[in-house]
């Protein structure tokens, strides 16, 4: 029998050097993922603080047109304006609330300003879909709305596309539904409005969820995880391979010195 023999073969010096460059990429990869994290931490947290100090301020005016290039900075915001509504050419979008699945009513309001804009009047169950069954909330005349500002939301609902002909909406989009509804230029947002009850019950307003959810901390963790376990998995791999050569090197040494 050999004096080797039974030893685990050792692994080439290429092969060594694969392992540890592709350890250290992967290393580099998952600290990478795990910092980038840690920034969408603080971009979360900055965002949540930005919105609760709107959601708890007072109501401004409605932004006009001469804002709407920078509307996105009034997200969340509590809004106020006077008008009329135009209930004729209210869209109703698929929705579903802690009164369950439902439809937004979204209707047209002209304010005294000049301009127009979407109101989410609020909530309607399957059977109040039809304006006729809830008349007494058809709100007819001058108007006052307060509301929370929204971004429009465009396209569609999770795998669902909006289908202006068919009358299927899953999402408010504000330029769909004004081009539906040939309601020409209006504001790039819409308003949910509060909860002030309307006549008769519907529309239910103020059901409007603020709410994001921050996991970013967890990902960084699990992310900066892995990298420690894949760069001591690699120190492992390698340094033992180094250190069987060594041994290997010092008894090929002994054996040399004793068959002399």
Do not use: C
């Not at 009513?105 to 109101?119: A, R, W, Y």
């Not at 304006?131 to 001058?142: F, M, N, T």
């Not at 108007?143 to 202006?164: C, H, I, M, Y």
């Not at 308003?191 to 959810?213: E, K, M, Q, Y």
Request: aromatic share 8%; net charge positive.
């Amino acid at each position: 029998m050999s004096a080797g023999s039974g030893r685990r073969p050792a692994r080439s010096l290429a092969l060594l050097v694969l392992l540890g460059l592709l350890g250290l990429a992967a290393t580099a990869g998952f600290g990478g993922l795990g910092i980038w994290q840690v920034g969408r931490l603080g971009w979360k947290l900055a965002l949540i603080e930005r919105v609760e100090s709107r959601i708890h301020a007072p109501p401004v005016a409605a932004p006009g047109p001469e804002r709407w290039a920078t509307i996105a900075t009034d997200e969340y915001r509590w809004v106020k304006l006077n008008g009329h509504f135009l209930n004729e050419r209210e869209t109703l979008v698929q929705a579903v609330t802690e009164h369950g699945g439902g439809s937004w009513v979204m209707t047209p309001f002209q304010s005294d300003l000049g301009f127009t804009v979407l109101v989410n009047r609020g909530f309607v169950p399957p059977e109040r879909r039809d304006p006729a069954s809830r008349s007494a909330g058809q709100a007819e005349g001058d108007a006052a709305v307060t509301g929370l500002l929204r971004l429009s939301e465009p396209k569609g609902g999770f795998l669902r596309e909006n289908d202006p002909a068919a009358g299927r909406w899953y999402s408010r989009d504000v330029e769909a539904i004004a081009v539906a509804r040939s309601l020409g230029t209006v504001a790039p947002y819409f308003i949910d409005a509060d909860a002030t009850p309307n006549p008769g019950g519907f529309p239910i307003g103020g059901l409007t969820v603020v709410r994001f959810s921050n996991n970013h901390l967890a990902y960084a963790l699990t992310w900066f995880a892995l990298a420690l376990m894949v760069a001591g998995a690699t120190i492992r791999v390698i340094g033992g391979e180094l250190l069987r050569r060594r041994g290997r090197g010092g008894a090929d040494m002994r054996l040399t010195a004793a068959a002399r």
